[in-house]
């Protein structure tokens, strides 16, 4: 029997990981395997401007200041900084993780880089996915509009069913 495959958006939020009892709840681990997804910022990393000639003559260059020395020296790339977040991901979900699959889940975790709203959706655009799951506040107005809703983005765009649950404060 093929297991239908949900993706849960999780930002790192006690509010996001709320929806973890609905699927618990009506998504038997025998007929579901679960992705457990975040999100991270982009990173550009901290590398050094390049030299530019101190003289017309000569093929030293400079540094325009002290702190591109400094990064010149020892640079932090973008990659370097995606794995440490991948790495810290990891750690702090691995007990959600241990729990879901004591339960009987078949479940994975992915990290993937940029805008939350249009990462999940090119994620659930390349895998083979059929329910997104995941929490929201419910935002309406103005907050709706200065804060974005990528529950809205993914209803309009994802192009599976999405479960929204919109917990109440306990």
Known sequence: MTKNTVVIPLDGSDYSIRILATVQKFLPPEQNRLILLRVCKD???FVSAPRTPSAVETNIGMYASHADAVRALHPIY??????SQRAEVMTELQDTLRGLQTLGYEVTLEVTYGEAAEEIVNFVTLTDVDLVAMTTHGRTGLSKVLSGNVAEHLIRHAGVP?????????
């Open 78 to 83: 973008a990659t370097q900084i995606q794995e």
């Open 43 to 45: 990173s550009r990393g």
């Open 162 to 170: 999405v479960l929204l649950l919109r917990p109440f404060k306990q």
